[in-house]
């Protein structure tokens, strides 16, 4: 039996960074959008050889299949994610967790009481891995 989907299922969530993405024809992109994730997008990066040579890469590849747009960009590939200024990378992050647990796609902020059931998350596994969880 299908079920409709509820009034407040949000598949995407904008957002603004808090310093922005420069590109090579020197145009700040702070506006985009993230799309929530899918199994495959924690699973799939970690085939990629990157990732297996350096865990840290796993955040890189699955924002850069989750985020659907950034300014006036449509195609957000790893390269933009590597461009990213260390304070959006990790505002990108925070994000992607919260957007994915199910909670509310307001502005990033800091949590102690992050669920059991979303530590499974690969980025979260990740960032606890480098002790910064």
Known sequence: MNQALPARFLTESEFVLPRGYI????????????????????ILPLRDPRVQQNAAYLAVIVLSRVIVRLGSMQDIDVKVIEGL???????????????NAGEEESAPRERDDVADDDAGSALRQERRALGEV
């Open 23 to 42: 590109d090579a024809a020197g145009v700040l992109h702070r506006h985009g959008a993230m799309r929530l994730a899918t199994a495959g997008d924690e």
């Open 85 to 99: 200024f260390a304070a959006d990378f990790d505002y990108l992050q925070r994000l992607y967790e919260r957007f």
